[in-house]
């Protein structure tokens, strides 16, 4: 063996190895950065490396024969050597050189937690428009990239048979370091639309690029530099590649129409302000609220008749008023809501988002069930699927008393809008009755594990705890609601009403009235019904029809108030509140 290593040394064979991976990685570098430009399919860059991979032990046989003159001839223990080194190195190379798929299925079972059962293969036609990363350099410009994720998202979803993740499902992978198969398991989606975006003065580049999100590879991809005023143009090219791609038609007739959030005058600055307006939303708080309805009122002076702009201002005014108003500012916004929305339809009948916003200021400004059930009806029959206005039939059924119905259009809205906290939310609501507690309690855990802070997941957690006669189990689960809200303290009197210390239970129903009285008499009413207390539970509701208190929508599937569905003073509030009776046709 010492003589072997002293002919290794003669013949620089540790060098020979060393400047050989330096070579080869550099090349690997350059052919990765060239395949990505010219869209080279993954196999090829596969087949490069084993290449490389297998030419190692040729340049070392190489290097061994022809070293130095004269010791050419190796002995018989050398080639023993020389033949162990070459099957060692392509066992390796077998072993290590599988496709990125194989390697990540291996990863993900290695690491990920075992799922409950087996999850269905992805339809072949479904895809996630990712969030395009912001390459502009400049934060300000998130939401242009933003925008145009969305319109995507929005044109696709206008193709028959194609399944298309909803904006407020795939934004939530922005930034991920996840891959592309454990994206597209926890989004359902077959495939994945993913690029950049850069925006400087006049010119704007996009790269986008379609992959199959079982293996990551790469089925088409594209580089555009356009002038800014071409946008719109660019948006369709863009479109009609991935459905071309995809072999996806546009679907036609039953009364669906073409859905655009462009302005009709084209004019590209009424557009940015439209975006920056939705971008601003995306907030929650008033201020965010009042940022948008500046930017949407100026998209509308810049094009008057800007349909899109006047239903999101008017969906803005709406939001504002129903989470974070109270009183006469709340009665101010929802007037604003509706003069924007009647402005919305008269400009475009055939808008499916003034529809759909409409259907929404008819539910919580006016209680108005039924005709809010038809507006939102027409939405999805301009834009079949459409998730924002499935969750809001799903609620409108149960609100009036559908609650079977209703379970079936909210499973129907996870489908593509899988990681939605507040559909498994009201999911959660619709199934909390006798027989299907479990299956309530674990869609409200999904919600909770998607964003744990979110309002209300644990009230409605401790809500199906009571109901399942755990009050120990309640307590722990009111807690974890978020501090300083009335969810909070209406989550731990419903909770300290089912244990056995009234006088904590006490404590915590005066403490409800004294900090939320004016936003949550609904939720005081629920308390009160808990106690067995119906003089006080129909008071209350009395009030919440006062203030026109959002959770009237929760009566007809409240487990506590149906307590007493059967007390005359429950069907007369059913007919001033619009709603129908329990046991009636409509319901």
């Excluded at 259907?359 to 069930?369: G, H, M, R, S, V």
């Excluded at 699927?385 to 499935?390: D, F, R």
Aim: glycine fraction near 8%.
């Amino acid at each position: 063996m010492a003589g072997i290593w002293r002919r290794l040394r003669r013949r620089k064979l540790v060098q020979w190895t060393f400047a050989y991976l330096a070579g080869a990685w550099a090349l690997l570098q350059l052919l990765d950065l060239v395949g990505q430009q010219f869209g080279w399919p993954p196999l090829l860059l596969r087949g490069i490396t084993l290449a490389l991979g297998l030419g190692l032990p040729l340049t070392l046989t190489l290097a061994w024969y022809h070293g130095e003159r004269g010791e050419q001839r190796v002995s018989g223990v050398e080639l023993m050597v020389l033949a162990l080194l070459l099957a060692i190195g392509g066992g390796l190379l077998w072993r290590y050189a599988q496709p990125p798929a194989a390697a990540r299925q291996a990863t993900i079972a290695d690491t990920a937690p075992v799922p409950r059962a087996a999850a269905a293969p992805a339809d072949p036609k479904s895809i996630a428009v990712l969030p395009f990363a912001n390459d502009s350099g400049d934060h300000d410009q998130q939401y242009f990239s933003d925008g145009l994720s969305q319109d995507l998202i929005t044109a696709l979803s206008q193709f028959a048979g194609l399944k298309v993740i909803s904006r407020n499902s795939a934004f939530q992978f922005r930034d991920s370091r996840d891959d592309a198969r454990t994206i597209g398991d926890k989004l359902g989606v077959a495939h994945l639309l993913e690029g950049s975006v850069r925006r400087a003065g006049d010119e704007v580049r996009v790269t986008a690029e379609l992959v199959k999100a079982v293996d990551g590879s790469t089925l088409w991809s594209q580089r555009y530099d356009r002038p800014y005023k071409n946008l719109f143009e660019l948006q369709d090219d863009i479109t009609a590649a991935v459905a071309g791609a995809l072999k996806a038609k546009l679907l036609v007739g039953d009364g669906v129409v073409v859905q655009s959030d462009r302005p009709p005058s084209g004019n590209l600055q009424a557009y940015s302000e439209y975006l920056q307006g939705t971008f601003a939303t995306g907030h929650g708080s008033e201020a965010g609220f009042r940022d948008a309805i500046g930017h949407y009122r100026k998209a509308i002076d810049l094009d008057p008749r800007y349909a899109s702009a006047y239903a999101a201002l008017s969906q803005t005014w709406a939001r504002m008023a129903t989470g974070l108003l109270g009183g006469a500012r709340r009665q101010e916004a929802y007037a604003n809501a509706r003069a924007a929305i009647d402005t919305a339809l008269a400009l475009d009948p055939q808008l499916a988002l003034a529809h759909s916003n409409q259907a929404y200021l008819l539910t919580y400004a006016d209680f108005n069930w039924a005709a809010a059930e038809t507006s939102i009806r027409r939405a999805l029959q301009l834009a079949p699927g459409e998730s924002t206005a499935e969750f809001r039939l799903a609620f409108l059924l149960a609100a009036r008393g559908r609650r079977e119905e209703a379970i079936d259009v909210a499973r129907r809205t996870l489908e593509t809008d899988p990681r939605r906290p507040g559909a498994y939310l009201l999911l959660a609501r619709y199934l909390s009755m006798p027989g299907r507690l479990e299956e309530a309690k674990a869609a409200v855990e999904k919600g909770i594990e998607l964003e744990p802070q979110a309002a209300s997941l644990h009230e409605q957690l401790a809500i199906i705890e009571i109901l399942s006669g755990d009050p120990t189990a309640a307590l722990i689960a009111a807690r974890q609601e978020p501090a300083g809200s009335s969810w909070r303290n209406a989550a731990l009197a419903l909770a300290l009403q089912a244990g056995g210390d009234r006088r904590a239970a006490d404590l915590a129903l005066k403490t409800l009235i004294a900090a939320d009285a004016d936003v949550a008499p609904y939720q005081i009413a629920e308390v009160y019904a808990l106690r067995n207390d119906p003089d006080k539970a129909f008071e209350w509701l009395d009030r919440a029809w006062d203030s026109r208190d959002p959770g009237i929508s929760l009566l007809l599937f409240d487990p506590f108030l149906l307590h007493y569905k059967d007390d005359p003073r429950f069907a007369a509030f059913c007919r001033k509140a619009g709603l129908p009776e329990p046991g009636s046709n409509a319901g």
